[in-house]
């Protein structure tokens, strides 16, 4: 059965062995990469997160400034003893 095999493809039977475990490997580290721990979708997410932090920092500091500049003009019309 192997005989008329590799006669049909070409190959031994240790080589067809050897290529179908590399796919194999290659597939499942395809995977991990797709949808691992340390994934492209992690990777997707963290940026989206770190983007939307940035912009909530930003938003955050204009508020402190506006509340600042309403404390020191308030502050201002404040009797000095």
Do not use: C, W
Request: glycine content about 6%; cysteine-free.
């Amino acid at each position: 059965m192997f005989k008329r095999l590799e006669e049909i493809v070409g190959l031994s039977v240790k080589t067809m062995l050897v290529t179908l475990l590399g796919i194999l490997l290659f597939g499942v580290y395809v995977g991990i990469l797709i949808d691992g721990e340390n994934s492209l979708t992690v990777l997707h997410h963290l940026k989206k997160k770190k983007r939307d932090l940035i912009y909530e920092a930003r938003k955050l500091n204009k508020e402190n400034q506006k509340l600042q500049k309403s404390y020191f003009e308030l502050k201002q019309l404040e009797p000095k003893e």
